[in-house]
């Protein structure tokens, strides 16, 4: 007997690829056939997608009037072209993870009244999610607060958290362990590869600007862009703080693990992950960020007590040196803060939106 189909439909970032990933190999674990329908730029994330077909669809984004009329035109397309491969693999169900690749496959869906369930990694419902969410049979929630859900769309909304990767759920039960005495204190200095100059350069900043006691005992590891890494050496350097500058860290577990206090962005993933691994940070939601949805995200975090959030605004050299320093001089602020970093954590995403999947399809 053959088992039954899943169309996984993302594209566009890794931040959408990755949980999409997850899901399709925790559903093939449970003995379903997986298809991915991608665009150009999801294809690019996905060499190790276990998906035994797959649907390539090309989805223009839209910008201005001219931009949105060429990404609907292109969607429609997309849509029949994936009706007719529907139609063949006679799917069970369509999942969609946001971005417009998803459009396409979900619209093909709809049409043919077949289930869907769409899985939004944000805290706020992306463009396409928010567009398709009146429609769908269910949509799986990465955070309690999800803002910008349509009128009466709430009741279909589950909270199921964003799927990690599997080295970094193994940091669930690690201990925390909070600096001692004039032992080692740990940053880890992650992203910035959108308005990379505050992590570049007001981190190391910052950082260089705390009392020399307890500069003596930072040990950072800073991911920074490679026209950017100079610079944060020689302020480190100048400073007389112990750091090492890479473009990035082949095992972030490993630096998530060493680390006392992680210094980032507010995406999805980088908030889910410090959830799982009970890390305090300092999160500097992107300004950029579509409908501000990294400032909700960093929110989960700072209502829990596992987080501070500084606006990009707001962050200067002081600003940013004024936050760290009481955090870094009070091991047991630390702990707290890991505590409740933790209280936020949904490890078992991957299984929770498989079980959802599961009771839509037919």
């Given amino acids: 007997m053959s088992s039954k189909v899943c169309v996984v439909a993302a594209g566009g970032t890794g931040g959408h690829m990755f949980p999409a990933e997850a899901l399709a190999r925790e559903l093939q674990a449970r003995g ?57 693999l006679d799917a069970a169900v369509v999942v969609g993870f946001g971005g417009y690749p998803s459009a396409p496959a979900l619209l093909a869906a709809l049409m043919q009244r077949r289930p869907t369930v769409l899985h939004e990694q944000n805290s706020v419902l992306g463009r396409t999610n928010r567009w398709l969410a009146p429609y769908v049979g269910a949509i799986g929630a990465s955070f309690p607060n999800l803002q910008r859900v349509p009128q009466g769309v709430g009741a279909r909304v589950t909270l199921v958290g964003n799927p990690v990767r ?71 350097l100048e400073a007389g703080i112990d750091a090492e500058v890479a473009p990035f860290f082949r095992d972030m577990a490993a630096s998530l693990s060493a680390a006392h206090l992680v210094i980032g962005r507010a995406g999805a993933s980088t908030c889910s992950e410090l959830a799982v691994a009970g890390l305090p940070s300092v999160l500097i939601p992107l300004k950029i960020a579509t409908d501000d949805h990294q400032r909700f995200n960093a929110a989960s975090l700072v209502d829990a007590g596992g987080a501070e959030m500084i606006l990009e605004d707001h962050v200067t050299v002081d600003g940013l040196r004024a936050v760290l320093e009481p955090i870094l001089s009070d091991p047991a602020r630390l702990a707290a803060m890991s505590a409740g970093a933790r209280s936020a954590a949904l490890p078992d995403a991957t299984q929770k939106l498989a079980d959802m999947v599961e009771a839509a399809a037919r």
């Avoid at 991608?38 to 390539?56: K, L, Q, V, W």
């Avoid at 201005?64 to 072209?81: T, V």
């Fill in 32 to 88: 379903w056939r997986i298809v991915l329908a991608t665009d150009a730029r999801g294809e690019s994330y996905a060499h190790a997608f276990p998906a035994e077909e797959r649907i390539a669809l090309d989805a223009a984004t839209g910008k201005g009037p001219i931009g949105l009329a060429k990404a609907l035109l292109a969607i429609m397309k997309g849509a029949s072209r994936a009706q007719g491969a529907l139609k063949g």
């Fill in 166 to 236: 599997p080295d970094i759920k193994g940091l669930l039960d690690r201990p925390y362990v909070a600096p001692v005495g004039d032992g080692p204190i740990r940053v880890l200095v992650t992203g910035g590869s959108q308005g990379a100059r505050i992590l570049a350069e007001t981190a190391p900043r910052a950082l260089a600007a705390l009392p020399e006691a307890l500069r003596a005992r930072l040990k950072v590891q800073q991911q920074a862009r490679p026209e950017t890494m100079e610079t944060a050496r020689q302020i480190y």
